[in-house]
C-alpha cells in the first residue's frame, strides 16, 4: 500500500506540473491518502479490491490535476462578489416588496407578502443554507488560503442585514411594517440565528476544504 501512495503522488505531481499549490495539494493528498491507508488496513479485504475504491474514492491523479487546473480560473475576488451581489439580491428583494406592500396596495404583492410572513421557518432555513454554500464553495475553491476569503466575504455580505436588524430594533424603521413578523419571539429567533451565522459558514468551508481533496 506504501508503494501505491507514493506512485499516486509522483503521478499527481507530474500532471500538476508547475502548478502554483503544487506542494500544499501534495502534502494534503499525502496526508488524505495516509488516513485512507488506515482504514483499509483494519479491514481485511483483498489487496485489488482496496485499489478499485482507492482510485473511485480519489480519481485518477489526471482527473485531480485537472478539477485543480479548473480552480485556478475561479478568482477569489470574483467568488467574493458572487456572494455579496446574491446577498444583495435577496435584501434588495425583500426591501422592495416590503415597501411597495406597505406604501401601494396591489392584491398580488399582498398575496405574496402574506404567503412570505407565514413560513417564517423556511425563510430561516433556507437563508441559513446561503451562508453554510457561501463557507463551503471557498472551501472547496480555496482551501487553506480561504478561509481570510471567506472571513472578509462574509463581514461584507452580512453587512446590509445587520444595518437592517439595527434600524428594525431601534425602530427607525416603522414596526408595523414588518408585522405579523416582529413578535418578540421572532426577534430573539433572529438575533440567536444571527449568532449563528459564523459558525455556520465556518462549518461549511470545513466542509469544502475537506471536499476539495
Wanted: proline fraction near 4%; include cysteine.
Amino acid at each position: 500500500m506504501i508503494q501505491l501512495k507514493t506512485d499516486f503522488l509522483n503521478e499527481l505531481g507530474r500532471h500538476l506540473g508547475k502548478h502554483n499549490d503544487k506542494e500544499q495539494i501534495l502534502a494534503e493528498y499525502d496526508n488524505h491518502i495516509s488516513e485512507m491507508l488506515e482504514e483499509f488496513n483494519d479491514s481485511e479485504r483483498e489487496e485489488s479490491d482496496i485499489i478499485i475504491e482507492f482510485y473511485a474514492r480519489l480519481g485518477t491523479p489526471e482527473e485531480i490535476a485537472d478539477s485543480w487546473r479548473e480552480e485556478l480560473s475561479a478568482t477569489p475576488m470574483k467568488t467574493q462578489w458572487i456572494f455579496i451581489l446574491a446577498n444583495l439580491i435577496f435584501f434588495a428583494g425583500g426591501t422592495i416588496l416590503t415597501l411597495v406592500h406597505n406604501l401601494f396596495d396591489f392584491p398580488f404583492i399582498d398575496m405574496a407578502w402574506k404567503s412570505l410572513t407565514s413560513i417564517p421557518a423556511v425563510i430561516i432555513l433556507l437563508y441559513l443554507f446561503f451562508w453554510a454554500l457561501l463557507g463551503y464553495e471557498i472551501g472547496k475553491g480555496f482551501g487553506h488560503k480561504g478561509r481570510r476569503l471567506m472571513k472578509k466575504t462574509f463581514i461584507l455580505s452580512i453587512l446590509p442585514n445587520v444595518i437592517l436588524m439595527n434600524l428594525t430594533l431601534f425602530r427607525l424603521i416603522p414596526h408595523d411594517w414588518f408585522q405579523p413578523l416582529l413578535s418578540p419571539i421572532f426577534i430573539i429567533i433572529c438575533i440567536l440565528f444571527t449568532a449563528l451565522l459564523y459558525p455556520i459558514c465556518w462549518i461549511g468551508y470545513r466542509w469544502g476544504k475537506k471536499a476539495s481533496i
